[in-house]
């Protein structure tokens, strides 16, 4: 890394100086309600708790014997200008609001309104002549009596009495019982206390006005007390529950704080015994929340104090950048090296940590949000710190820091070892045993459904609630239900339907008492079906009432004017009315209405026994339009969101980090080595926590982002410590080992310090993130190196190319098909059997079906390109013996394949094999262990029928792919039976598929077949002895000739790309890429350079592309690569392939000392040296090559514009943009002109051959003469 060191430190001046800035002025809000989803399918419930958040409730005791209402009135109102004083509590009620006269006045006024179907039998029943009569005499009574005073308006506009059946209806609210039986005052149903409510004029998601208002409360409750102490004073609300928690969590903090840092600053000062490495060591962490407290505080203001609070996990794994830096640089005492060391896993683990973080923010929970917000930005600040400015400051003082040499827990550390040896069989077992049991286990996860068991609900609180419920909390519960709008109807609609239900339910016993708007809130459409009924019943009925009426009248004497209110009454026009004014008068009322910008909500409050709760919501849940709240409905939509958040985070986190992990390692193998772990933490995790009964919640739920990030954070480090020992032969897993060791030590000490919480939110915290780390740290060092040594490190440890989940798929794919391929060709010979045709029919074609099936098996196998080769040499008019090499089970295949009219030789256990054996013993082929001149009857019977005969002359399958020592079976065959000999190469299968391995590769498979030798041709030599060995020697000749043609160079490229497969995400696609351009040139290197054992010098070697696939097209020769890029030759030093005849050395090519070389190529390297460097280079080349040597120079030309344009270009490309090569300085091409010079004054013979159509490469083959 690079960077203008002025401008790096003013800006991390600059984020200091902000991020303190806005440490001093950022809010903290220590609500708990904002743990609580905002959102998902919640906004109903949370409209009626923002109607309810501010209110606050006040208990007077007023049990004293014979006190009035006067006097509890008295009272009501010298605490109400008490409370009012303050300026902390407004519109206080201790008695209903709602005037009598206008609510009488709404009713008579409305009446067709409010009169409902059965009130019509009553009425009906009052316009008989007699009613009249009496009800008439009953009003002049009345209105002569002293009760009369203020009742003549009401008796004159209803004298008969309509309204009282309206009037009768509202005895079923609560609302009027009140103003009946206790004078409208909000009395306990003990009649013992005084109901006070009120809301506070601050706002409650400030935590200061929440305390400062409690403290308030409390010294006004103190002091009423002391002065009326018959008649004490409490109170409650949710401002009070939110200040006792944000008191306790600030309490919590400052002592958990407290300990992780004196308990995490003794680990370092023990672990490094330098006190100035404390400050080093903490100084990335601080800065990283100084960057978030900048940011937020710029975005928002304000933090949630539980999001900040349970942030202290994070600590665990900023301790662990520091922690890994420290490892390093602790053994390399070099600040910038040690950063580069570790800035690849650094990177991936922070960016990936980051990203499952940032899932929080779209979980439903403000808290969530900000904690994820919180601690991305803080992992950030923390990353950059330590990659940019702590290497910077510390390189200053690293030549004064001192470690001790020794340490006793880097003793006890290293007794833990990684990947250094295998697991015993049954350690895996149990392992895997135990995953399976936590898998199930974890099924059963539970979800705290008890909000108290979360929030910081002390005994004395919950008696406070308990006292203002006005129930009995043993045997009665409070229920809210929410009447709402709904497709067809509007929320009075429903509201009534409710009403209709509750009056049912309240009439057989299941609802004691609920109180209702319906009585007053009728829907217009409930309106207008009472209006026509009204019109409709007075249709016939009007003018005979008015008759009877006006006779009775004067027969009493009353003045016909007297009544025009009445007549008025009904000759009125009624039409639908707004009752909204009417209820905004009351505040009781409109306590009842939740407004909504597009539509309204209305509250409806009842009292049921609580063993019939759950029967009630049932029945109740049926209306449509109709929400139940009640604690246990709040918690379980809580608990529903909280899935639906833990779900959500664990599939995006889990995704986020596998992706991530597939880009960044570019295979899925690595990406399973190192996400299988976390995957399977996650599943403990779930398992131990289903065992040990802890349940996850709303604030816990912050650890699957804490587990995910912490895991990836372990995984990546081991992942790359693993990776490191395979590619560099390099153990820096050790330093890895103790900085995860220690980040767990430091993270169990920062998150289980919260058991010392007492608030339950933050202790849940503590078990889970202690559990998961107890669980993440031994599962990450037991699985990840099982797996690597599983797919990597047990194959290249026996020079066999590495797994792959590509070639694993295909080999299952591949004993799948030929299974299947096996049992239907076994059951079809059966079947055939079976037929009423000749045997020899039958037999026929059961080896038809074993050369389709056959071939079928073989060319499913799409990754294994099928090639044939002299395919006119294969005779089958007449019998011959075919004899092959052997190397592989596909050996058998691709022979049987060839055509039906052929017999093989088997050994024992593929004559026996319980697949295939049944057919191919009724196709008679012949069992090889068995003693052979014993079935030459049945051999002769079978070139009778003709039939070719198939023999392995090396009678076993090669283990390493060497041809071994032909037996004379074959041959003796051939002498006895009079055939030809069919020679035939298999070449490729043995890769693809070697002896005792059941995996398969990707590779050409070739058959080539050689030309027919004549039974009787002497050139072979005469007897099956003599022959045996020339056709044996002439055999052999003529595959290593093929081997060696530019037809196998295909042959070099699966060995070649396994070998750089799991060594970077680059190398493999660097290596396809130079492979289909440079296949050929490396060819013609190979067919120039010619057989033999030679010595061959390749200088600028890189990864060693060419040094090996030299060594694959010519095993006999001695290979020496020279690189100056260290990285570059450890990457080839350390392939399965290397073997004695290849050596790789780091060094500069004009330093290079060669000696007896028969070979030297310089391929793209001169251009990388000055004009006397590279002179320097071709003197060395010319000293140290042998006689008769050839020396290979391919380049770039300068001279050809457009084409060396092109060569300028991609070079730059790849030495500046991507930086794949290294270079010292500029680039110098040379002339073709200066080679022919240095040519003729050296006496080398010289040919150019033109390299590619587009650039300016040539290649020079220069003869040493």
């Known amino acids: 890394m690079r960077f203008n060191h002025f401008f790096l430190f003013a800006f991390i001046l600059f984020v200091i100086s902000s991020g303190l800035y806005g440490v001093f002025h950022l809010e903290i809000s220590e609500n708990l309600n904002e743990t609580l989803p905002g959102q998902r399918d919640f906004s109903s419930v949370q409209s009626w708790m923002d109607k309810q958040k501010d209110l606050v409730v006040f208990s007077l005791d007023v049990d004293e014997p014979h006190l009035s209402l006067d006097e509890i009135d008295e009272l009501a109102v010298t605490l109400s200008q008490n409370l009012t004083a303050t300026g902390l509590v407004e519109d206080i009620q201790y008695k209903n609001d709602i005037d009598p006269d206008v609510f009488v006045s709404l009713i008579t006024e409305n009446l067709p309104i409010y009169l409902e179907a059965s009130d019509y039998v009553q009425l009906e029943k009052l316009l008989q002549p007699k009613r009249i009569q009496s009800a008439l005499i009953q009003s002049k009574k009345t209105l002569m009596s002293p009760e009369g005073i203020g009742q003549r308006s009401r008796i004159l506009s209803d004298p008969l009495g309509f309204s009282t059946l309206a009037f009768d209806s509202f005895g079923k609210m609560q609302m009027a019982q009140e103003i009946i039986n206790n004078g409208g005052y909000f009395l306990s149903k003990d009649q013992n206390q005084l109901l006070l409510k009120g809301r506070l004029t601050t706002d409650i998601a400030q935590s200061e006005d929440n305390h400062r208002a409690r403290l308030l409360l409390d010294s006004l409750s103190q002091s009423w007390n002391l002065t009326y102490p018959d008649h004490s004073l409490s109170y409650f609300g949710t401002f009070l529950v939110a200040d006792i928690n944000a008191t306790q969590i600030k309490k919590d903090v400052k002592l958990t704080v407290t300990i992780t840092l004196v308990s995490i600053v003794l680990l370092l000062i023990y672990y490094y015994r330098k006190a100035v490495i404390l400050v080093f060591f903490l100084v990335p962490g601080l ?7 900048a940011i937020i505080y710029g975005l928002h203001g304000q933090i949630s104090g539980l999001a900040l609070a349970a942030s202290a996990i994070v600590f665990g794994i900023v301790a662990d950048y520091s922690f890994h830096f420290f490892t390093h640089f602790k053994d390399t005492r070099d600040a910038i090296g040690s950063r580069n060391d570790i800035m690849f896993p650094l990177l991936v683990s922070g960016g990936t940590t980051i990203v499952a973080f940032l899932s929080l923010l779209f979980a439903d929970s403000k808290a969530l949000k900000d904690f994820g917000l919180f601690t991305s930005i ?56 135990l995953s399976g049991l936590m898998l199930y286990l974890g099924q059963d996860v539970q979800f705290e459904d008890n909000l108290h068991k979360i929030n910081y609900y002390p005994l004395e609180l919950q008696q406070q609630e308990e006292a203002i419920q006005n129930i009995n909390p043993d045997t009665e519960k409070r229920i809210t239900i929410l009447s709402q709008q709904t497709a067809d109807h509007t929320a009075a609609w429903n509201n009534q339907e409710l009403f209709a239900k509750l009056s049912t339910l309240q009439q057989d016993g299941g609802v004691k008492e609920f109180f209702s708007l319906a009585p007053i809130l009728i829907s217009k459409e409930e309106q207008t079906l009472r209006i026509h009924r009204w019109n409709d019943f007075w249709a016939d009925k009007k003018e005979t009432l008015l008759g009877n009426f006006e006779t009775e009248a004067l027969a009493q004497n009353w003045k016909p004017q007297y009544f025009t209110p009445f007549y008025n009454l009904l000759n009125h026009e009624f039409a639908p009315q707004n009752f909204s004014s009417f209820i905004a008068s009351s505040q009781n009322l409109s306590d009842l209405v939740i407004t909504q910008p597009e539509s309204s909500e209305i509250i409806t409050t009842l009292i049921c026994p609580k063993n019939q709760v759950e029967q009630i919501k049932t029945q109740l849940s049926t209306i449509p339009g109709t929400l139940v709240i009640d604690s246990s409905s709040i918690v379980a939509r809580i608990i529903e969101s909280v899935k639906a958040d833990f779900n959500f985070l664990l599939i995006y986190a889990g995704l986020a980090v596998f992706v991530a992990f597939l880009l960044i390692y570019g295979n899925i193998e690595l990406t399973l080595i190192s996400f299988i772990p976390m995957l399977l933490s996650w599943v403990w995790v779930l398992g131990m926590a289903a065992l040990l009964d802890i349940k996850f919640n709303f604030i816990n739920i912050i650890l699957t982002t804490f587990i995910f990030g912490l895991g990836d954070d372990f995984s990546i480090f081991v992942t790359d410590g693993l990776l490191h020992r395979y590619k560099y032969k390099k153990e820096v897993i050790g330093q890895y080992k103790t900085g995860i060791i220690l980040s767990s030590i430091t993270t169990i000490i920062g998150t289980g310090v919260l058991i010392f919480a007492k608030h339950p939110a933050l202790q849940s915290i503590a078990m889970l993130s202690v559990l998961g780390i107890a669980i993440i740290v031994p599962i990450t060092f037991f699985v990840q190196p099982v797996l690597f040594r599983f797919l990597i490190s047990n194959r290249t440890e026996q020079k066999k190319p590495p797994f792959s989940i590509a070639n694993i798929l295909f080999s299952v794919w591949g004993y799948g098909v030929f299974i299947a391929g096996s049992f239907f060709c076994v059951g079809a010979s059966f079947l055939l059997r079976a037929l009423p045709l000749r045997e020899k029919t039958k037999k026929a074609g059961t080896h038809r079906l074993l050369q389709k099936i056959s071939g079928f098996q073989l060319d499913i196998l799409w990754k294994t390109k099928k090639r044939y080769v002299g395919m006119d040499n294969l005779d089958f008019s007449t019998p011959s013996i075919l004899i092959a090499n052997h190397t592989s089970f596909f050996d058998i295949l691709a022979l049987v394949r060839l055509h039906p009219k ?59 792919g060497t041809m071994g020592r032909f037996h004379k ?41 050689l030309p027919r030798i004549a039974w009787d041709d002497t050139n072979y030599g005469e007897g099956y002895r003599s022959r045996t060995k020339k056709i044996s020697a002439y055999y052999k000749s003529e595959f290593k000739k093929y081997q060696e043609s530019d037809y196998c160079l295909e ?21 396809r890429v130079k492979w289909r351009y440079e296949k050929h040139n490396y060819e013609n290197y190979h067919q120039l350079i010619g057989p033999g054992i030679q010595k061959i010098y390749d200088l600028g ?21 020279i690189d100056y890029d260290d990285e570059k030759v450890d990457l080839a030093q350390n392939s399965y392939l290397k073997n004695n005849h290849i050596e790789f050395a780091t060094g500069q090519v004009d330093q290079v000392e060669i000696h007896a070389a028969d070979a030297i190529i310089l391929a793209d390297v001169l251009h990388y040296l000055s004009e006397d460097k590279q002179r320097k280079v071709l003197a060395n080349c010319d000293q140290g090559l042998n006689a008769g040597g050839l020396l290979l120079i391919r380049d770039g030309i ?64 220069l003869r040493k003469t």
């Open 287 to 293: 800065f990283g929340v100084l960057s978030a407290a």
């Open 902 to 960: 052929l017999v093989l030789l088997v050994n024992e256990w593929v004559y026996n094999s319980p697949l295939f054996g049944p057919a191919i013993r009724y196709a008679d082929y012949i069992p090889a262990y068995k003693n052979m001149e014993d079935q030459l009857p049945k051999i002769k019977e079978l070139v009778a029928d003709g039939y070719s005969i198939a023999i392995f002359p090396e009678g076993k399958r090669s283990e390493d």
């Open 1051 to 1071: 042959h070099a490229f699966a060995p070649l790309m396994y070998s750089y497969y799991y060594k970077s995400p680059i190398l493999p696609w660097y290596f």
């Open 1101 to 1121: 070697c890189g990864y060693g592309y060419l040094s090996y696939f030299l060594w694959l097209r010519d095993q006999d020769r001695q290979i020496i690569g």
């Open 378 to 433: 803080s992992l950030a600040g923390t990353l950059f710190f330590i990659l940019t400015g702590l290497p910077l400051i510390l390189r200053s003082f690293e030549k004064k820091i001192k470690f001790p040499a020794a340490n006793p827990l880097d003793a006890l550390f290293d007794k833990i070892k990684i990947g250094e040896s295998k697991p015993s069989k049954w350690a895996m077992l149990i392992f895997v045993i």
């Open 1198 to 1261: 300068a001279g050809h514009d457009k084409k060396h344009k092109w060569t300028e270009k991609s070079e730059k490309w790849s030495t500046r943009l991507i930086k794949f090569n290294k270079t010292n300085g500029d680039l110098h091409f040379f002339s073709r002109q200066f080679i022919e010079d240095w040519a003729r004054k050296h006496h080398y013979s010289l040919t150019v051959d033109a390299q590619s159509q587009k650039s300016s490469n040539m290649l020079f083959i």
């Open 969 to 1009: 079976g074959a041959f003796y065959l051939a002498e006895e039976l009079q055939l030809d000999i069919t020679p035939i190469f298999l070449y490729g299968h043995g890769y693809v598929m070697p002896k005792h391995e059941y995996y398969f590769k990707d590779s050409p498979c070739d058959t080539v077949v």
